[in-house]
């Protein structure tokens, strides 16, 4: 199964955007980018999926580069009730997620 | 959207004492729901997959019975934990796939158990 590479933090701004870069340079190509975020003591939340194909919905976007070998998430302005760990999975198969450690992103103000 | 939603929040037992949580899908009918267990500031950990009306698949490392698992329903998968010792105190979370096309997962509010 692809394993993704993120880094361990990252601040950002209150209203600027949020770049959170993602590697799974072993993705196959039957597989799917997903990003989960967890806020502290709750259960992941669903941000966004992709296979190949730019995608935004009303939380984020995300970029999938044209080799699939890495991605970025978009958080288009993020606010303090952005600040989460921000994980990159890449779909296993029987839909079952392995998490990695994700990224701490902190937004302040 | 689906839901899932988990109960108890939080529970404090005693070394020993058995504690039950329930995972429910509230919108609807989940054939397959997962449970994750999270130590303090470390990453989720599958623990188990639950099939409804079949045994439990637990992942290497996780004792079965230990962490019995029962998926009676549609709706609910039962995670209980039995004979806890402190080391079980965790956050407890579980999942279930609401889009059968896209493999979408979501998770419950989690379940955090301390055990004395």
């Known amino acids: 199964d692809a394993k993704t590479t993120q880094p361990t933090s990252m601040d950002c701004a209150e209203g600027r955007a949020a770049n959170l870069p993602c590697n799974h340079s072993?993705?196959?190509?039957?597989?799917?980018v997903y990003w989960y975020r967890q806020i502290h003591s709750q259960g992941p939340q669903y941000i966004i999926h992709?296979?190949?194909n730019n995608e935004t919905n009303e939380m984020a976007s995300l970029i999938i580069t044209e080799d699939r070998k890495s991605s970025t998430l978009i958080l288009p302005h993020a606010t303090l009730r952005d600040t989460a760990v921000y994980y990159c999975?890449?779909?296993?198969?029987?839909?079952?997620?392995?998490f990695g450690a994700g990224t701490t992103v902190t937004v302040r103000a | 959207g689906a839901v899932v939603s988990q109960h108890p929040s939080w529970v404090i037992c005693k070394s020993g004492t058995s504690v039950k949580i329930e995972c429910r899908s509230l919108?609807?009918?989940?054939?397959?729901m997962f449970w994750y267990r999270q130590f303090p500031k470390q990453s989720l950990m599958l623990m188990a997959t639950?099939?409804?009306?079949?045994?439990?698949?637990?992942e290497q490392g996780v004792e079965k019975d230990k962490f019995l698992i029962n998926h009676a329903s549609l709706t609910l998968s039962t995670l209980t934990v039995t004979s806890a010792h402190p080391e079980d105190s965790s956050f407890y979370i579980c999942?279930?796939?609401?889009?059968?096309?896209?493999?979408?997962?979501?998770f419950g509010e989690g379940s955090r158990l301390t055990v004395l």
């Open positions: 072993t993705i196959s190509g039957n597989e799917y």
């Open positions: 639950s099939n409804e009306g079949s045994k439990a698949t637990y």
């Open positions: 999942s279930t796939r609401e889009n059968a096309n896209t493999g979408e997962l979501f």
């Open positions: 992709g296979l190949k």
């Open positions: 999975i890449v779909r296993e198969s029987d839909y079952k997620l392995s």
């Open positions: 919108d609807f009918q989940a054939t397959t």
